[in-house]
């Protein structure tokens, strides 16, 4: 997810939000279960992101309460006064952000803090973040990062061994580098004490994550769903102990298509908070994005131009959340897209 944010409050915009009562969304698809301690997680994983681009990963082993504390951190600073949190805003492209998702007219019922990954890199938005809450809100931030991003690579060198890519290590390595352009960003989707009956709101709108991979936890209050190859709707049942892993973008070209971008979104319940929390493992600014040789020899066979990492997250950032953004790096445009490109 690439997002640029300019410092709103959440009273602000809200008409331009779509609300509606909730409807029924299709729970007959069953979410691909992962176990990452079974010896065929990677067959797995492999059959998950060419049949849904999408799974749920168990036995992960990050800790649970860190998982926890950290959710409760984030919730302490989302519920300081607006004014406070509108000084670690608006996101350049870090920091604090309220209701405007992007720079093209997206918005959603939501706040959220997006940090930079890489701890050599410090922005003067997320240090008020910091200065803001206790020192255990940045030791959490710090402690959960360096855990996920090793169920990340886990998960990228489960993909490298299911696709027979050599050597194992060739996707996560990107995420490894000193210079990965990965973030982590906390949702918080906030109640609506003024609606008189059960309503939702577009929290998030439909996208696809441009980075390689991009692993989320929220807590145990609904309102994930992905897009079927159908272009039907699924309800993801939330649960506050696993990870739900989306393939992305930049994966889907180095699979030559053979792995999809999910497409979801978040539909929030006005009577329940929802807080979520996503690290997204992106390569470094320089990194070549491309068909891999391995899988795919003959450039001719490709479905996609080569781009650097930059070309691509600033081709985003220039998009609306429902783009097609990789219709402008294929080789030829597949006709059903012909119409977002």
Sequence with gaps: MVVLSQ????????????????????????IPVVDLTDPEAKTLIVKACEEFGFFKVVNHGVRPDLMTRLEQEALGFFALPQSLKNQAGPPEPYGYGSKRIGPNGDVGWIEYILLNANPQLSSPKTSTIFRQTPQIFGEAVEEYMKEVKEVTCKVLEMVAEGLGIEPRDSLSKMVRDEKSDSCLRLNHYPTEEEEAEKMVKVGFGEHTDPQIISVLRSNNTAGLQICMKDGSWVAVPPDHSSFFINVGDALQVMTNGR???????????TRRSRVSMIYFGGPPLSQKIAPLPCLVPKQEDW???????????????????????????????????????
């Design 7 to 30: 410092p709103l409050a959440l009273d602000n915009h809200t008409s331009a939000i779509p609300t509606y009562k909730p409807v029924m969304v299709l729970t007959s698809q069953s």
């Design 303 to 341: 479905l996609y131009k080569e781009f650097t990492w930059s070309q691509y997250k600033s081709s985003a950032y220039k998009s609306k959340l429902g783009d097609y953004r990789l219709g402008l790096f294929e080789k030829q445009p597949l006709l059903t897209h012909r119409s977002n490109v």
């Design 259 to 269: 792995f999809k971008s999910v497409k979801h979104r978040v539909l929030a319940d």
